[in-house]
DNA sequence: CTGAAAGCGCTTACAG
DNA sequence: CTGAAAGCGCTTACAG
């Protein structure tokens, strides 16, 4: 014998121990335990005897078995930047959904955590030895090069890609259309004078988001001032940082009548910047934001935002990309190299944060508190 | 030959392989890039072809071999109740927690959603089939006779366990604590007559925030008025429901001059329920909360809570599991059955919701909006 | 210092 | 309908 076993605490059955007792073969057991197709080829006796020394045993099939011999680890990856000054609604949301996903097919779900795109790239590729069938990248940052990288026995998808990568499930959201349709609905309510807080230029999302802003206001008749587009990231305390930067540039002349922000974060960091000076929303300022994540419903007044169906989007994610590993593992021939992307539509949540324009504020200058 | 290899696609290279191209046996190869301790046993010039080949193969350990000759996944699992209509902040801080601790002790972190304690006991078992090496429990509010059920070959740590379970590692906070704490401070602002909404009272964390602050009226000399405890459960949803139930039940007839919720969620649902009836907070009544989630900083006024370190807990459950499997694995003889409990400090997290009782306001009648 | 062998628990052709 | 065999890719004693 080649080894001795290491400990006598208890060992899960097999299905050797499950064959043995019930008389039969382990692979007699193994088509009635764990194989849908093969199992109708075993005769009802055997079956029973089998299904009751199963119960006997307790058996449960050890999985990492099962991936050796099938090749298949029956687990989705998650990779996403989790860390950082602020918790990431996004990721939550967008995480449910995958899991949600994932559990209606069976599927496991490994997280793992990054700090930065680009630099954990190597990490990523590490993630791609066989421990997951497949990876969706939430929210990545990675240029077309990085993502040459991505090894071939492992599938990827995308939520919210940064760039659009073949031969990877891209899904995304209409932003451009959601922003448009926030801002066309702020001039609806008499807003004129709006101003945007943008996440940083060099993400698509915050492109998209600027570009349905400015079509908008084009759309209305309304000359872009430079002085109101204000670029912060996609953060709570950079938003923070670009209201107050902001206000205190412009002391004693006229507030925005609306700040249409580019996501939650920066409203919510927004609302508390003017309620610091004393300037209330929606009566003073209205404010609205893009996601409709918790935070969105956690505010008062809870906010008017652009809503993006995270949970669906996640859930969506799995889907397809099972899609593909099942065809890659049953295909004979080559996968088509492309695989395009799935935008889901936008739509607005209208809450309590925009109201009709206010009389026409002027910056009051900071207080302490 | 027992199989083909169903398709011509990239397989991914096996130490065998790097074992061939480098002139030596896989046995070799896995002890240079594989085995931390009998690597030594290699000859400098060996070790360098091996490393050179494995490089040039791009070589990557397969897990699931690995994990099926080492008995060890290298995963921990998380389980928690994550649907239900509230997103759930307390699961994204304690679980941005285990990941960063299980990422510190390259392990994987697999996650398992759940409906309900009770109801997916069985599922629970049902994880324990290999693929984890230990299960993580977020809140669990499962009995005795259930925690008897989990099997004896995974092992398990719980956070904020409903009851404390023998052979689990269990994380607390020192909720009886912090909520004396809290009420202490309520008094020592003036505040005297305090209400408390709590979670359901079957729940261990409900209670100990009750009796955390049935002691600290009772060291502040303030006698107790059932009228002023009031059962919620954790939820925004029923801490809302119970505090227009409260309102409308004491029209006419004082406000208590300080709330203190059960957690964050009823805290916020508490401010918007009372600013409906124009009653602000903190100028007519004083709010405070628990937990110190997320929306503790996005309400305006922002709230003042007591705070849980949800994720040095979490992190501190991933050390303390792994602690735990590797004596098993090492040990000859059996492990002590008892594992007790770690209990963390809470504090206050002092904001904006609690000033200087007012003016003894009434409450008023409820208006439409 | 290095290799041949056996085993981890499962599955999939192939014979009967 | 059922079983014996080979293989998935790794590791750990055991010989040399």
Known sequence: MARQPRKKSVRAATLADVGRAAGVSAMAASAVLNGARTSSRISPETRTKIMAAAAKLKYR?????????????????????????????????????????????????????????????????????????????????????????????????????????????????????????????????????????????????????????????????????????????FSATNGQIAAEAWLAGHEGRPLPTAIFCGNDAIAVACIEVLAKRGIRVPTDVSVCGFDDSLAARSTVPQLTTVRQPLRQMGSRAVDLLLERIQQAHSATHELPKSVGSVVFATELALRDSVATPGTGKLVPPATKR
């Open 61 to 233: 099939p050890n999985v990492a078995a099962r991936a050796l011999a099938n090749r298949r680890m029956n687990t989705l990856g998650v990779a996403a930047v989790v860390y950082g000054g602020d918790l990431n609604l996004y990721f939550l949301e967008a995480l449910n959904g995958i899991i949600e996903g994932c559990a209606r097919h069976n599927q496991n779900t490994t997280v793992f955590a990054l700090h930065d795109w680009t630099l954990d790239m190597a990490k990523i590729v590490g993630f791609c030895d066989g421990r997951i069938d497949g990876l969706i990248l939430l929210g990545p940052t990675i240029t077309k090069e990085s993502a040459a990288m991505l090894p071939e026995h492992t599938f990827f998808a995308a939520l919210h890609p940064n760039v659009l990568m073949p031969n990877i499930v891209n899904v995304e959201s209409d932003e451009e259309h959601g922003a448009y349709d926030m801002v066309r609905h702020l001039v609806s309510v008499g807003h004129r004078r709006i101003m945007h807080i943008s996440g940083k230029q060099g993400l698509l999302g915050a492109k998209r988001r600027i570009d349905g802003y400015l079509r908008a206001l084009k759309d209305s008749g309304i000359p872009f001032d430079t002085e109101l587009l204000v670029e912060g990231d």
